[in-house]
């Protein structure tokens, strides 16, 4: 059964896309079975996996209405080895048309529990906004991955992040948790830098993650192919960066499944 993660946080162009291909690539290098949806209406999931977002007969946005099974609608991504529930501006669309539909906010739930069994990770690719495709998003998953720039208005946002992320937990999907933070673009010789990753670490703990991906020009050229950096450069320092933090995502699932298992011996 797969575990579903987001990758969200609402600020445009922090590197979510980038975590959301490289990760998928990454984990299909430690032999995970991975399934990435662009929830983005922008596209660039689709595109950075090499699908044309221009020639789709089906993707997430029919999906999501309930014009096409997701079974249907997936594609794969020939270069890295992962499968892709596609999107392009249809998907705008999405957001108004679904307020009329019941369980608006359950719509992408409902349709990953039909392909949960093939795959052990969904990935997630959220929009940069709080908006319904978000929170379809959300309460879809197990946990939120959060991908941040160490600069100074980084913690600012993050509170509103959280608190979305608190309301779906109380609210929607009790399953609901940060996974964690993950420090991207990060420029060692930066001193605000450093400054902001020590603070990240001192308020969030084991929250943000001990992987850190380097700002890396080979991850930026990558999308131009139609390639996540993984494959497009294995050797690159940012490449190496995003399989050392797939290693890290199945350590922290194994993890999960291990207090669960813990909890429910434990249960009378
Ligand atoms: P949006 O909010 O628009 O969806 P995003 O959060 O998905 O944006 P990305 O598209 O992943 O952000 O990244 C924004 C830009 O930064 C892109 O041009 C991308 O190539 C570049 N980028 C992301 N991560 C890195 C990195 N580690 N090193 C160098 N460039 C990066
Ligand atoms: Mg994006």
């Given at each position: 059964?797969?575990?579903?993660?987001?990758?969200?946080?609402?600020?445009?162009?922090?590197?979510?896309?980038?975590?959301?291909?490289?990760?998928?690539?990454?984990?299909?290098?430690?032999?995970?079975?991975?399934?990435?949806?662009?929830?983005?209406?922008?596209?660039?999931?689709?595109?950075?996996?090499?699908?044309e977002k221009s020639k789709l007969s089906k993707s997430v946005y029919q999906v999501l209405i309930g014009h096409a099974n997701i079974k249907d609608a997936v594609q794969p991504c020939a270069s890295a080895g992962y499968e892709v529930l596609p999107a392009n501006r249809d998907l705008a669309?999405?957001?108004?048309?679904?307020?009329?539909?019941?369980?608006?906010?359950?719509?992408?739930?409902?349709?990953?529990?039909?392909?949960a069994h093939d795959y052990d990770f969904i990935l997630i690719d959220c929009p940069p906004a709080l908006s319904?495709?978000?929170?379809?998003?959300?309460c879809a998953a197990n946990g939120v991955i959060v991908p941040m720039q160490c600069e100074y208005f980084a913690l600012e946002g993050l509170s509103d992040l959280v608190n979305t992320i608190k309301q779906v937990h109380a609210k929607l999907n009790p399953d609901l948790i940060i996974i964690g933070l993950l420090?991207?673009?990060?420029?060692?010789?930066?001193?605000?830098?450093?400054q902001v990753s020590e603070q990240l670490l001192a308020h969030f703990g084991d929250k943000v993650f001990s992987s850190i991906i380097p700002r890396n020009v080979r991850l930026a050229e990558a999308p131009s192919y139609g390639m996540p950096g993984v494959t497009f450069d294995k050797t690159s320092r940012g490449a190496q960066a995003y399989?050392?933090?797939?290693?890290?995502?199945?350590?922290?699932?194994r993890d999960m499944d291990a207090i669960q298992k813990k909890q429910e011996e434990v249960k009378p």
């Open positions: 059964m797969a575990k579903i993660f987001c990758i969200a946080n609402q600020k445009g162009g922090v590197g979510k896309t980038t975590t959301a291909v490289n990760l998928a690539a990454g984990l299909v290098g430690h032999q995970q079975r991975v399934l990435l949806i662009d929830l983005d209406p922008q596209g660039n999931a689709t595109m950075g996996s090499g699908i669309g999405a957001e108004i048309e679904l307020v009329e539909l019941d369980e608006r906010e359950l719509r992408l739930k409902n349709a990953l529990s039909q392909v319904l495709l978000t929170l379809n998003g959300l420090r991207v673009m990060f420029d060692a010789r930066m001193t605000l830098q450093q399989l050392e933090f797939g290693a890290e995502m199945v350590q922290r699932v």
